[in-house]
């Protein structure tokens, strides 16, 4: 026999101070909870039962790492998101020792990007980074410098986290500059030649005709003191959804390089 309930359900709310691994949540009086302190958070103590739910209020920047036990919706494992003062916490245990967390962004616009990770070259052939489910990503790409010459920057996707790249013949793309265009069949070329430079990218996930597309604008130095703006654009025969990206010269070592990525809800 079942009973129902007249009116409201009303919780007690609580603080808890930020600790990277003994924050009680689960034994205070309350289930919405003052999230107070600057500490990183990396676990909570165990929930007293799957399924119990608490929802933190930041009282001001405070950060959470995800891992094996603290996913974080659409954060990779190992990536620190940092939330500010008003921002929304939703932890939910999924197991007594696994928690889900949500973050509701206090701040209107931010929510639409997810920070990912940032990546970075210190002489090395080609850099790449993998990339949780999203339908589009932002990476913003700066200081890039090649050890000689000027060749174009090049950029591969990966279906399989990087175990393959997607091969040639599946890339279609454009480069424009005030003077001219070019194709590329064999990948995706982020600029026709340039010593050093920075871009701006959008990278939009597979699609339902099988088809992940890009825009980029970027300025590249292409002589001493000669600066040129480059667009980019194309599309990727992919069969399923990208979750890797690798950027690399044609030839030559990335001496340095700073890649900073986004998911983008929507």
Request: aromatic share 10%; hydrophobic share 40%; proline share 1%.
């Amino acid at each position: 026999m079942s009973r129902r309930l007249a009116g409201a359900i009303n919780t007690a709310r609580a603080t808890v101070a930020s600790h990277a691994t003994t924050a009680q949540i689960w034994t205070v009086l309350g289930n919405q909870i003052d999230w107070t302190g600057t500490a990183t958070t990396t676990i909570f103590p165990n929930a007293p039962q799957a399924g119990a739910e608490r929802t933190l209020i930041c009282a001001g920047a405070c950060s959470f790492i995800a891992g094996t036990n603290m996913l974080i919706d659409g954060v990779a494992s190992g990536t620190t998101t940092t939330c500010a003062i008003n921002d929304t916490v939703i932890v939910r245990a999924i197991s007594t020792t696994q928690f889900k967390l949500s973050i509701i962004k206090y701040a209107g616009v931010a929510e639409d990007l997810t920070y990912i990770g940032t990546v970075t070259a210190a002489n090395v052939f080609s850099v790449m980074a993998n990339l949780p489910y999203y339908k589009a990503y932002k990476i913003f790409a700066s200081n890039i410098n090649q050890s000689t010459n000027y060749e174009a920057l090049m950029m591969t996707v990966s279906t399989d986290n990087g175990a393959t790249w997607v091969a040639a013949g599946n890339y279609d793309g454009t480069i424009k500059t005030a003077t001219y265009a070019t194709a590329n069949s064999a990948n995706i070329s982020m600029n026709s030649y340039g010593y050093s430079g920075a871009f701006d990218m959008t990278l939009f996930n597979r699609n339902l005709n099988g088809k992940a597309s890009f825009l980029s604008f970027g300025s590249f130095k292409e002589g001493a003191s000669n600066n040129v703006l480059q667009m980019a654009n194309g599309t990727i025969a992919v069969s399923t959804n990208i979750n890797a990206v690798k950027f690399n010269f044609q030839s030559n070592n990335m001496v340095t390089g700073t890649f900073i990525i986004y998911g983008m809800r929507g």
